[in-house]
């Protein structure tokens, strides 16, 4: 993919269907119950119909899509796992043996791993190779990748969209597997929130007080070296950025260009969302946060998005985990608006809620 063409793609990307959320309203407030009693459910639903340009969306088939990639800055102690882990957990997922995948099994939904940077050969044919190069280059020392990889890593995210697409995905998770890569996000959420590293910057899997002082010393020492532009999202990417980030940002990007819902993981994730809104404001409509991540930086990412997570679990696994879990939810939303009976359906007057639609102010229980 080039950059004019990235461009094209960016331009054939349109928001929500206004129409069919204006429809799926006027639904809700048919529905037998008081006005707003099923409170966010009706805004996920009304919103999977602007998605979808249905009044009652389904989310029945469902998939997670994980990118797996290495960070030559682990080089720099900034992680208390070795990178050989990377490897191992994107096979172990597609055997169904990793906390995302268990859940997903669980749950009857479709698992997709996805190589486009791990440091090794990867002889495991369930692992879809799109490879751009073995791992990112050290940040802390050189650029993580030319700005011509980060297009060819955003390209492989646009292909699992529009591959899930074609599968009949409803809708679609997006998450990572990548050791060090709680850095290379805090380095991008550093540069596009115009924040302190301070303000980003977790202790991922699990770092020592000494680990933890010094992955923010390489976080500094990394941006200053590099000045990324933050109006540039490429740039960004491609100077402190990972080969997984950058492919989230295209399915992201691809999810919308599409018309498919997308969840939106933990901290990793959120910033690729981030990125992707950064490149296209239109994309904001198609994303549903999972959960809140209890990883530092996830906070001002979302805040940032605008948008609120549905779930407070302080859950930090990674890898897409709150995904299935935000499936069930908006599978629920959806049936509701798809099955609850209307006020003449269930043979209800529903006179005495016009205090309530008029603006009133006080508290009905039950129907």
Known sequence: MTEQELKT???????????AMAAARRRQAALAKPPGSLGKLEDMAVRMAGVTGRVCPTVKKCRVA??????????????????????????????????????AQTFGDDVSVIDVGINADVNCPAVLDRKVRRGTGNMAVEPAMTRAEALQALAAGMEAAARAKADGIELLGVGEMGIGNTTTSAAVLAVLLDAEVDAVTGRGGGLTDEGFARKKQVLR???????????????????VGGLDIAAMT????????????????GYISVTAALCAVRLCPAVKDYL????QSYELGYRLAAEALELTPCLALDMRLGEGSGCPLLFRVMEGACGVMANMATFPEAAIEDDYLAPIRSGDSFTVEGV
């Open 66 to 103: 994980v990118f797996a990639a290495d960070n030559g800055v682990v080089a720099e102690g900034v992680s208390c796992a070795p990178q050989s882990v990377t490897l191992q957990q994107a096979v172990n997922m597609t055997r169904r043996k990793t906390g995302m995948s268990a859940l």
């Open 288 to 291: 549903f946060l999972s959960h």
């Open 221 to 239: 020492r990394a941006l200053a070296l590099h000045q990324p532009d933050k109006n540039d999202v490429l740039d960004v990417l491609s100077k």
């Open 9 to 19: 793609y960016l331009a054939a990307i349109r928001g929500a269907d206004e129409a």
């Open 250 to 265: 295209g399915a992201f990007l691809g999810c919308a260009h599409e018309r498919l819902g997308a969840a939106v993981d």
